[in-house]
């Protein structure tokens, strides 16, 4: 008989744990809704405002989008360059006219918020000029800091 019990209660078991498997998982509350929501607006403000500073030529207002640390880091091509200043120098050397920087379009924009304090977004780029047309793809890593979102990582490849 106690066979029969045990079978009764395995049995049980299974049904109870298919059912609870079976439901729709939990849906993000109101406020983690609207707090990712917040957080994509504020990364789009951030990279909005870069396009716009590189459209002005001003180099210095588009760095504005990184962290200023040591730890940012820049990687293209087969490079890896550490460190704020480092990154703002090398696009101060590869793009010291307004004939080579053209004018920056972002598209293809997939903004994720990862948690509270980082989102990754990846997107396209393009760099309208007179003779050519460059451009590829790019995944950042944006963390929230003190000074608000701004890129840690950013790896970005040339079509």
């Known amino acids: 008989m106690w066979r029969n019990s045990l079978a009764g209660a395995l049995l049980t078991v299974v ?5 609870v498997s079976a439901q729709e998982p939990a849906k993000p509350h109101k406020s983690e809704h609207q707090r990712a929501t917040r957080t994509v607006a504020a990364v789009r403000a951030v990279i909005d405002a870069q396009r716009d500073a590189w459209n002005r030529g001003d180099v210095a ?6 962290a200023r640390s040591p730890n940012t880091v820049f ?3 087969d490079s890896v360059t550490r460190g704020w200043q480092t990154v703002l120098d090398r696009y101060k050397k590869n793009y010291d006219s307004r004939e080579k920087m053209g004018t ?3 598209s293809d924009l997939e903004i994720t918020p990862i ?3 980082t989102a990754i977004v990846l997107g396209s780029w393009r760099l309208r000029r007179a003779n050519d047309e460059p451009h590829g ?3 950042l890593i944006f963390r929230k800091t003190k000074t608000g979102w701004r890129i840690v990582h950013d790896h970005t490849s040339s079509a």
């Not at 207002?61 to 990184?66: R, S």
């Open 15 to 19: 049904v109870l744990s298919s059912s």
């Open 61 to 66: 207002g588009y760095m504005d989008g990184y």
């Open 75 to 77: 990687v293209s091509g």
């Open 104 to 106: 920056l379009v972002f």
């Open 115 to 117: 948690g509270t304090r």
């Open 137 to 139: 793809r790019f995944t």
